[in-house]
């Protein structure tokens, strides 16, 4: 620890008082442990139910819908999925939600944009907002969801493994041969892909109408147990689960999904009692621009202790 830059707080959460401080009013980047006010601020403001969709019936055969952020959606970890029971009734789709293009939060690293762990933000996630390839055998891949295979291009012949190369700016998928049997790769999760993946899966008419109204009010379909959403995100450190999980909450609080707003709406509220003002960017700890103290953590985790 002699090059550290290291704090600790061990706080008796029976006696109230702190028994151990060490620079613990000092900031430190925190990483992950980012969740811990996201993981706060969703137990208490997403309900026992995740909402999944927001929408308006139209006629027997049209639904007009909005995404609420929830990114449970078709996402194989969730076997029932409500949401998709629902809309396979319908032959026509028409999304009138908004249109949410921050994919990537703020002080993310740029390089990681092709790794698993920092799938693109969005407003109506589907499959995880990953393309998961899997090798089968010599020359043969299996792509989920089937809707990337015409987005596939494969150089030469794949032996025994594969590697796999994505542009920034398209959802365009690069396989030569290498030594990967599996990979997820995030996909950019812009409105046209998202309403074209949504007729593949559910094989209906889908089309994008921002012009027309859509209720104040609009129905909803919840879609899983907030807490089933939560377990996998804290215990797997899971961050485009977090990362979503901040936007239901802003959706839910202002109607609009934006980390920054509704951080700072947390942080005049909830956190204004925090020992020491944070630097919160994110919701899951990806961004090097967040910074906590150490006692910050202590007095979130004894809040959590008090209120649930």
């Given at each position: 620890?002699?090059?550290?830059?290291?704090?600790?707080?061990?706080?008796?959460?029976?006696?109230?008082?702190?028994?151990?401080?060490?620079?613990?009013?000092?900031?430190?980047?925190?990483?992950?442990?980012?969740?811990?006010?996201?993981?706060?601020?969703?137990?208490?403001?997403?309900?026992?139910?995740?909402?999944?969709?927001?929408?308006?019936?139209?006629?027997?055969?049209?639904?007009?819908?909005?995404?609420?952020?929830?990114?449970?959606?078709?996402?194989?970890?969730?076997?029932?999925?409500?949401?998709?029971?629902?809309?396979?009734?319908?032959?026509?789709?028409?999304?009138?939600?908004?249109?949410?293009?921050?994919?990537?939060?703020?002080?993310?690293?740029?390089?990681?944009?092709?790794?698993?762990?920092?799938?693109?933000?969005?407003?109506?996630?589907?499959?995880?907002?990953?393309?998961?390839?899997?090798?089968?055998?010599?020359?043969?891949?299996?792509?989920?969801?089937?809707?990337?295979?015409?987005?596939?291009?494969?150089?030469?012949?794949?032996?025994?493994?594969?590697?796999?190369?994505?542009?920034?700016?398209?959802?365009?998928?690069?396989?030569?041969?290498?030594?990967?049997?599996?990979?997820?790769v995030p996909y950019n999760p812009n409105i046209g892909t998202i309403v074209d993946l949504l007729a593949d899966t559910?094989?209906?008419?889908?089309?994008?109408?921002?012009?027309?109204?859509?209720?104040?009010?609009?129905?909803?379909?919840?879609?899983?147990?907030?807490?089933?959403?939560?377990?996998?995100?804290?215990?797997?450190?899971?961050?485009?689960?977090?990362?979503?999980?901040?936007?239901?909450?802003?959706?839910?609080?202002?109607?609009?999904?934006?980390?920054?707003?509704?951080?700072?709406?947390?942080?005049?509220?909830?956190?204004?009692?925090?020992?020491?003002?944070?630097?919160?960017?994110?919701?899951?700890?990806?961004?090097?621009?967040?910074?906590?103290?150490?006692?910050?953590?202590?007095?979130?985790?004894?809040?959590?202790?008090?209120?649930?």
């Amino acid at each position: 620890l002699v090059n550290a830059h290291a704090g600790i707080s061990i706080y008796d959460a029976n006696s109230n008082k702190y028994l151990f401080n060490y620079q613990g009013d000092k900031y430190f980047v925190p990483a992950s442990n980012t969740k811990i006010p996201t993981c706060y601020a969703a137990m208490k403001y997403l309900g026992d139910s995740l909402v999944g969709l927001q929408y308006n019936i139209i006629n027997e055969s049209t639904v007009d819908i909005a995404g609420t952020g929830d990114p449970t959606f078709l996402c194989s970890d969730f076997k029932r999925q409500p949401v998709y029971d629902f809309l396979k009734k319908f032959k026509t789709i028409v999304y009138k939600g908004e249109v949410y293009t921050d994919f990537l939060g703020s002080g993310w690293s740029w390089g990681d944009y092709k790794q698993y762990y920092m799938a693109q933000r969005s407003e109506l996630p589907m499959y995880g907002n990953v393309v998961t390839i899997s090798f089968k055998g010599k020359d043969e891949l299996k792509i989920s969801p089937f809707y990337f295979r015409n987005n596939i291009e494969v150089a030469g012949t794949i032996d025994s493994g594969f590697a796999v190369d994505k542009p920034w700016d398209t959802n365009r998928f690069f396989i030569s041969n290498g030594g990967q049997k599996e990979s997820k790769v995030p996909y950019n999760p812009n409105i046209g892909t998202i309403v074209d993946l949504l007729a593949d899966t559910l094989k209906a008419v889908t089309d994008i109408d921002f012009l027309g109204s859509f209720p104040r009010s609009p129905l909803i379909i919840h879609s899983q147990p907030t807490d089933s959403l939560l377990k996998p995100m804290m215990y797997n450190s899971d961050n485009f689960f977090a990362e979503q999980s901040l936007l239901m909450v802003s959706k839910k609080l202002l109607n609009e999904m934006s980390d920054s707003k509704i951080i700072d709406t947390l942080l005049k509220t909830d956190f204004k009692g925090l020992p020491q003002k944070p630097n919160w960017a994110d919701g899951s700890g990806l961004s090097r621009y967040n910074l906590f103290t150490p006692q910050d953590f202590v007095f979130i985790l004894n809040k959590m202790k008090d209120e649930f």
